[in-house]
């Protein structure tokens, strides 16, 4: 049966990687083609890569850097970031990279989310909702190029952007990222049980029973990005991914 | 030898062309249907939908030197994804006709209300290989791949399944008929599993 994947998200800034904590204080972590040739070894599901400063900064995807990506990874990669046209996503694509991640754009505007899945299809285009809770504890929808949150319900983002063509949603909680204390089940629950695509969870994985505990709230997928990079209480640089045969004692559907 | 991908606009070949290389096969995209014939190997690549895929083929002129070179001169040919529903009949998702080289009719994934179980299968599912053949290898313990499809092959002889795998129901993951081989799933995106099917491929003898 299909399996849930589990997917490192790897955050880009100025070409290295870094690790924030909750959306702030980017730690460098290391060499990008390094931490990729390892995750690759490691026989990862899937692979994320987001440019944190790309459409903050208004720049345009990097695409040597993106390319020598691809070039390491024997499974799927998605790219987020800068990318505001269909020609971008085009570029991106011919590179090798398979899905392409939008979230600046789609906010704005989400014909260019229309025009990829039209070009290229539904599953070469995801869109990321970054929610942030309010001083009173609701649940809003951030647009992290601006540090701001939008007016706007994220559930009825999140709807939109299917009927606009996204094949899959990443619902990221800005509060738990970085944080390894546990994701926003309810988050979790709510947009899955309410979108016909697979989400995908991200923000606070920190151990295991996480994964198992997002799986069981409904994601299809779990990413993660301190949980693969980081160990011990010091928070050392170390990558990891679990064995497969571990995964799948863990997500054994009974 | 070398392998020959017709290069019509259904998504990128550059993870293909990569994974043959590192398999020690030489691939090449071509853009002309003449060209065809300095090749002994076939991938048919491909994301999208169907009638774009088979009007892109006819269009451009792909149709007969590819019957030549598969029907006459019966090199491998293999079609990853869409390019192996390519090779059908027929498509529940379009109007046009198929390739024709495999007995089956392209369907939908519809799986039972109320499963939870989404469209399009999209991520890594276990194979389970039907009968002994050269490019998947039923001994080789657990074989996962990566799967992004919402259509499926329908075979209208069992003989011509070679693995399947499990979505709501078991559908057809990988089919052969005489030198003509289809996947479902995208080998060159499937680590370790993929490199040993497309090894297989360019060690395939003709």
Not at chain 1, 122 to 144: F, H, N, P, T
Not at chain 1, 172 to 183: L, P
């Amino acid at each position: 049966m299909l399996k849930h994947r589990l997917i490192p998200c790897l955050l880009l800034r100025n070409g290295g990687l870094v690790k924030t904590l909750k959306f702030a204080s980017p730690k460098y972590v290391g060499d990008p083609i390094n931490a990729i040739r390892i995750f690759n070894e490691k026989e990862v599901d899937e692979l994320m890569v987001v440019d944190i400063l790309a459409s903050k900064e208004g720049r345009e995807p990097n695409y040597s850097l993106i390319e020598q990506f691809a070039g390491e990874c024997f499974m799927p990669l998605c790219y987020g970031g800068g990318i505001r046209s269909v020609e971008q996503a085009q570029r991106l694509f011919a590179l090798g990279v398979e899905k392409v991640c939008v979230q600046t754009a789609a906010l704005e505007d989400l014909t260019l989310v229309t025009q990829i899945a039209e070009r290229f299809g539904s599953q070469a285009v995801l869109v990321c909702a970054d929610i942030k809770k309010d001083w009173l504890g609701r649940r809003q929808l951030y647009a992290a190029a601006r540090g701001k949150n939008v007016s706007r319900p994220w559930r009825a983002f999140l709807e939109e952007c299917v009927a606009a063509g996204a094949g899959e949603l990443v619902v990221n909680s800005v509060d738990r990222d970085g944080t390894m204390a546990g994701m926003d089940l309810e988050l979790i629950r709510e947009a899955a049980a309410a979108l016909p695509v697979p989400v995908i969870a991200l923000g606070g994985v920190g151990s295991l029973a996480d994964i198992k505990a997002a799986v069981a709230a409904g994601a299809s997928a779990v990413a993660a990005g301190a949980f693969f990079v980081f160990h011990g209480p010091h928070r050392a640089v170390l990558i990891t991914y679990p064995r497969y045969r571990e995964l799948e004692t863990l997500l054994s559907v009974t | 030898m070398s392998i020959a991908i017709p290069g019509i606009p259904v998504g990128n070949f550059a993870s293909v062309l990569r994974m043959i290389d590192k398999c020690g096969g030489r691939a090449t995209v071509v853009s002309t249907p003449a060209e065809l014939a300095n090749f002994d190997r076939l991938i048919i690549a491909g994301v999208g939908a169907f009638d774009y895929g088979m009007a892109n083929l006819r269009d451009g002129g792909w149709i007969d030197a590819l019957n030549e070179m598969v029907l006459q001169r019966r090199v491998p040919a293999l079609g990853i994804c869409l390019g192996m529903q390519l090779m059908c009949t027929s498509s529940e998702e379009g109007g046009l006709p198929g390739l024709g080289w495999v007995d089956a009719e392209v369907k939908r994934l519809r799986p039972e209300a109320g499963s939870g179980l989404k469209v399009p299968h999209m991520g890594w599912n276990t194979v389970r290989v039907k009968r002994s053949n050269p490019l998947l290898d039923g001994e080789d313990g657990e074989q996962r791949f990566y799967f992004v499809h919402s259509y499926y092959v329908a075979c209208r002889r069992d003989g011509d399944v070679l693995a399947t795998a499990h979505h709501g129901a078991d559908f057809v993951a990988a089919v052969n008929h005489d030198n003509i081989y289809g996947v479902q799933f995208h080998p060159e995106k499937s680590h370790r599993f993929g490199m040993a099917l497309l090894q297989n491929f360019v060690n395939l003898q003709c």
